[in-house]
């Protein structure tokens, strides 16, 4: 029999690659799964209570999410869960919208809701906004977001809470106020740094330092009946996994702009993870394919009640901490955090919060000092990256999340404006007898009778023109020059106002008796010169397109350039000439 031969058949591949991109899990991933499940016991129940929710709702937050968002993240090791800013953010939406946050209907429609928002902007691609971000805003936004991992444990590591919605004062009155701290919690907290940084100290240890601090000071504090805060002093843990909970509808029109509010935060939050811990295997993080991963994580976690959760900076901290190395850890301390609630929640609820508080405190300040090198870099960049890194921090630190992260981006604007503003110049390419091409400063007049090429480097952003109109040689006394102007870098829209100096300075070149050409154009600003009747007002040859070769539209204009030249020569209106005629 005949015929076209078979294709080879590559689905048996596809779970290989699958695979491939899941990695192998490694020993210490399960260690570091089983402390972060342990971690996200108080943690999660205690964000969920601050914000009033129901404990166990942020408990359940670190097993679907988790399990889902670490399967699917692009940012390897991102552990993905409730934090204190999505709960708070989560309940001052529910509260404006009048709806109760202990029923289970609104905080699953919710969560839902802000899954489908994240896995939308993830589908749209939206995370490249995500790269205008400056580094100087990331780095003051991440540094304040460690601050508050710090300062909301601080009760729990001395027993006495810091006043003020200020982080910053929280942290100074809680400095001031040493005597208030309550020695027995105190103690048990210093006493798990102290077997933390014993443990961490033999480098066999190391990666279980946190594990071996819980578990002994966990011992220590039940053997001696010491009188601290315990995880059942939050709420109990049930003996059962989460069930299903089918959201509200009804709910759906008065959560819609909350949803994007509380995935904004949550986003915002995990964009900061990824430059903080890269992926071990050397693979590249996608900010699209974490929208997504969040986004999965919520559609599966809003039915399962979890709370809405994200990218968790002080979960990831602990991950990383503990040994982690592939996705698994993620995936494995979701699983475990199960297995504990469905076979010894009771065990669990003894976990003092103290030795949470004292642990909770070395991730942030690790968190902190992991930034010192880019904190340092941006002080020595400018003084404007600067000062944008100290407003970021100071808003982050005394601010509702939401507001720090506009002013972030406002400020990420800004930054960007102004330097691209600053850097844009016009610089002179001269043809040395080799042939190549030189870079020169740009002349103060043009030559008559002369061609004179310049590159312009810019983003054709309005704020750039003057510095950029004032770099153009005078077009006074220019007869039969032609000036060759370089417009690779010009993007595909260029504002109108370059459109506007351009035609002014192509009328002013033609009065004096010279010619403006523009080489090197995009099609797509081909397709704008056009329109706006600049390419017909420039007359023939004065729009060169852009070539494959390198430097071939510059040739084609000075090589036209001169034939011109030589044409008004010989037809007598030349620099020598005593015509007078303009072209």
């Known amino acids: 029999m005949t015929g076209e031969p078979k294709r080879p058949d590559r689905r048996p591949d596809r779970p290989r690659q699958l695979l491939r991109r899941l990695g192998r899990p490694r020993p210490a991933d399960a260690t570091s799964g089983a402390v972060t499940g342990l971690f996200s016991i108080p943690e999660g129940m205690a964000y969920a209570a601050i914000a009033g929710f129901n404990p166990v709702a942020g408990l359940y937050a670190g097993v679907v999410p988790a399990i889902v968002g670490s399967l699917t993240s692009r940012t390897v090791l991102m552990v993905t869960t409730l934090t204190s800013a999505i709960a708070l953010t989560s309940q001052s939406v529910l509260s404006d919208a009048g709806l109760d946050p202990q029923d289970a209907g609104n905080v699953a429609v919710l969560t839902v809701m802000v899954g489908a928002v994240m896995l939308l902007m993830g589908v749209l691609r939206l995370g490249a906004v995500m790269s205008f971000v400056s580094n100087a805003v990331m780095t003051g936004f991440s540094t304040g977001i460690a601050l508050q991992i710090i300062t909301g444990v601080l009760k729990d590591a001395t027993g006495y809470k810091p006043q003020g919605h200020n982080k910053l004062y929280q942290l100074g009155d809680w400095l001031v106020h ?63 996994l989460p069930s299903f909970t089918a959201p509200d509808p009804s709910a759906v029109p008065e959560l819609i702009g909350g949803a994007f509010s509380v995935a904004l935060v949550a986003l915002a939050q995990a964009a900061g993870i990824s430059p903080s811990m890269p992926n071990p295997d050397g693979s590249r993080s996608d900010v699209n394919g974490d929208f997504r991963s969040q986004g999965y994580a919520n559609l599966l976690g809003g039915l399962f009640q979890a709370l809405p959760s994200g990218g968790s900076m002080s979960r990831t901290g602990v991950a990383v901490s ?262």
């Not at 961490?200 to 601090?213: C, F, N, S, Y």
């Not at 043009?446 to 153009?472: H, I, K």
């Open 322 to 583: 503990a040994g982690a190395r592939t996705r698994w850890a993620g995936v494995f301390s979701g699983v475990f955090l199960a297995l504990v609630v469905l076979l010894c929640g009771s065990l669990a609820e003894r976990i003092p919060m103290p030795v949470i508080g004292g642990l909770i405190l070395v991730v942030g300040g690790e968190l902190i000092w992991g930034k010192r090198h880019d904190v340092r870099l941006v002080l020595r960049t400018s003084r404007m990256s600067s000062a944008a890194m100290v407003l970021t921090f100071l808003a982050t630190t005394q601010l509702p999340l939401q507001q720090a992260i506009v002013i972030g981006a406002v400020l990420s604007l800004l930054l960007f404006c102004a330097q691209a503003a600053r850097q844009a110049k016009v610089v002179a390419l001269d043809r040395g007898e080799d042939g190549t091409w030189r870079t020169a400063d740009p002349p103060k007049r043009l030559p008559p009778g002369e061609v004179t090429v310049l590159d312009y480097a810019g983003v054709s952003f309005f704020a750039e023109l003057p510095r950029v109109e004032a770099q153009l040689p005078d077009p006074a006394g220019a007869r039969d020059a032609v000036l060759v102007l370089v417009v690779r870098t010009v993007p595909d829209v260029p504002s109108s106002a370059v459109i506007k100096l351009l035609d002014r300075y192509a009328r002013a070149l033609a009065d004096a008796g010279g010619r403006l050409v523009l080489a090197g154009a995009q099609p797509p600003l081909v397709r704008v010169l056009e329109a706006s009747g600049l390419s017909e007002r420039l007359g023939e040859g004065g729009v060169v397109p852009v070539r494959p070769e390198v430097f071939g539209a510059l040739d084609t204009a000075v090589a036209d350039g001169n034939v011109w030249i030589a044409a008004r020569q010989r037809a007598g209106t030349g620099p020598d000439s005593e015509s007078t005629g303009h072209s």
């Open 178 to 240: 040493v005597g208030d701290w309550k020695g027995a919690t105190t103690l048990v907290a210093v006493c798990t740094l102290g077997v933390w940084a014993g443990a961490r100290a033999v480098k066999r240890l190391e990666p279980v330092a946190l594990l071996i601090a819980m578990v002994v000071a966990s011992v220590g504090v039940a053997a001696l009946s010491v009188d601290v805060e315990l995880v059942k002093g939050i709420a109990s843990i049930p003996g059962a």
